[in-house]
Structure formats: structure tokens, C-alpha cells
């Protein structure tokens, strides 16, 4: 366990899931979570995950997180087909170690599980999904406020991206997040 608190901020956890849509249409999501942070990376979605276009998604996560102190070290995904060698090749060459976790064991990658549940509950389980723009939309809108402003209890309560502390005085105002399906509390 201290292994896993000490190397926490060098941790890049991903997996997928599925979503169905309004017209029974079942689109794939890929993610990949911070896990020292819980800063979620919204990689994209689409009907069909082929092994070149799961690929382009992680080239495009290293270039993103290229730069970043700590570096990324470890990259966790299950064993699914879409996480296929040339995947994992590319972490490799970044010098990034790959452990795929043990078959049925989802708690071996708790907080991409987490992150799956909490997207679903406070997000996509309110909505109904028509099509791949829409639920890009609403998952690039959600994931901005999941990182910026939801507070996380791993956290202290603070959010993914720090924010600046707001002073304890003067009016509360509310944003609306997703035409109102999360209400954004600050001062």
C-alpha cells in the first residue's frame, strides 16, 4: 500500500465503457483518470474502437501529458481486445511500465471503476444519449466540470484542477451544468 501512495501521482489509469443510445446504438468511451489527482482525460468515443483509432487515443493522452512533473510511469488497463499491443507499445516506448490487471478483478483498477459509476450516476443516467456528437458533448462538459469544480472526498474535498479558495463571504450563485442536471454551487 505505501508503494501505491508513494507512486500515486505517476499512476494513468484507463479503461472503457459503453453507452446505449436513444435509437438502441451502442457507443464505446475511452478515458483515462489521473489517479494521484482523480483528473479525468476524456479520450473519445465511438461505434467502432478499432486497434488504430485506440492507439491515436493514448498517442494523443502522451502528447497531452507530455511536460507533466511528475511524469506519468505506470499506466493500469484491464485485459480487454481493445487495449491491443500496439497500445501498450506505445506506452513502452515512453518509458511508461504497462500492468494490465488480473481477469474479473475490477477493484485491480478502482479508480477508473469509480469514475465509470459516478459519470454514470450524476451524468449519463439522467439523459438520454441521440447520437456520438451528442454524447461527446455531454461528456467533454461533464468531465470540465467533474475536473474544475466538483469536489472530491479523496480530495479534501477539492477538485482535480485546484481552483482558486473563494472568500467565505458574499452571495452564492449558481451554474447550471448541463441545462441544470448538475447544479455548480461557488461564490
Not at 30 to 40: A, M, N, T
Not at 57 to 78: C, T, Y
Not at 119 to 148: A, P, Q
Amino acid at each position: 500500500r505505501n508503494l501505491m501512495t508513494h507512486y500515486k501521482d505517476q499512476i494513468l489509469a484507463c479503461d472503457f465503457f459503453t453507452v446505449e443510445t436513444f435509437f438502441l446504438q451502442t457507443l464505446y468511451v475511452l478515458f483515462f483518470i489521473e489517479v494521484g489527482s482523480r483528473r479525468v482525460h476524456f479520450a473519445g468515443c465511438t461505434e467502432h474502437p478499432t486497434s488504430a483509432w485506440v492507439t491515436q487515443q493514448a498517442r494523443q493522452i502522451v502528447w497531452e501529458l507530455e511536460g507533466r512533473n511528475p511524469s506519468i510511469r505506470f499506466v493500469i488497463h484491464d485485459n480487454d481486445t481493445k487495449f491491443t499491443q500496439a497500445f501498450d507499445t506505445l506506452f513502452r516506448a515512453e518509458r511508461v511500465h504497462v500492468i494490465h490487471t488480473p481477469v474479473r478483478a475490477p477493484n485491480a483498477n478502482a479508480f477508473a471503476e469509480r469514475w465509470v459509476r459516478t459519470v454514470r450516476n450524476e451524468c449519463l443516467d439522467k439523459l438520454l444519449i441521440f447520437n456520438l456528437t451528442h454524447l461527446r458533448r455531454v461528456l467533454g462538459e461533464y468531465v470540465i466540470y467533474y475536473n474544475s469544480a466538483r469536489p472530491h472526498q479523496g480530495l479534501a474535498q477539492q477538485s482535480p484542477v485546484p481552483r482558486i479558495i473563494p472568500t467565505p463571504e458574499g452571495p452564492v450563485h449558481c451554474r447550471d451544468v448541463l441545462g441544470g442536471i448538475v447544479h455548480d454551487y461557488y461564490r
